[in-house]
């Protein structure tokens, strides 16, 4: 099992930017794909990017896409979401997620997590 920990949240103006960080721990010598995701008060959680084991795979929300950059350092267990030109809709509780790698068909990147964090907030003020 691994434990994921989320930080980086907080409020900025919009048209700023923010870089969220996810820090693994526990059995992190499996390989793990890793994602965000994002709940908006009185919304569903949804997808916001992901990231394979390897960095080679990336894939993003298209409310996100050529704004937001997922990476990793996998010496570091650590993910992070960097998140520019932010909107005010784009105020949510963000959740790092993670699943053993492997697999790469269907919708893995959107369904495929089991493990997840507690979330760290982001407000975006107009």
């Known amino acids: 099992q691994v434990q994921l920990v989320e930080s980086g949240g907080g409020l900025v103006q919009a048209g700023g930017s923010l870089r969220l960080s996810c820090a693994a721990s526990?059995?992190?010598?499996?390989?793990?794909?890793m994602g965000w995701f994002r709940q908006a008060p009185g919304k569903e959680r949804e997808f916001v990017a992901a990231?394979?084991?390897?960095?080679?795979?990336?894939f993003y929300a298209d409310s996100v896409k050529g704004r937001f950059t997922i990476s990793r350092d996998n010496a570091k267990n650590t993910v992070y979401l960097q998140m520019n030109s932010l909107k005010p809709e784009d105020t949510a509780v963000y959740y790092c997620?993670?699943?053993?790698?492997?697999?790469?068909?269907?919708?893995?990147?959107?369904?495929?997590?089991?493990?997840w964090g507690k979330g760290t907030l982001v407000t975006v003020s107009s």
């Open positions: 990231i394979s084991w390897s960095g080679g795979l990336t």
């Open positions: 526990g059995r992190t010598r499996s390989t793990y794909d």
């Open positions: 997620a993670a699943r053993m790698s492997g697999g790469y068909g269907g919708t893995w990147y959107r369904d495929g997590m089991d493990y």
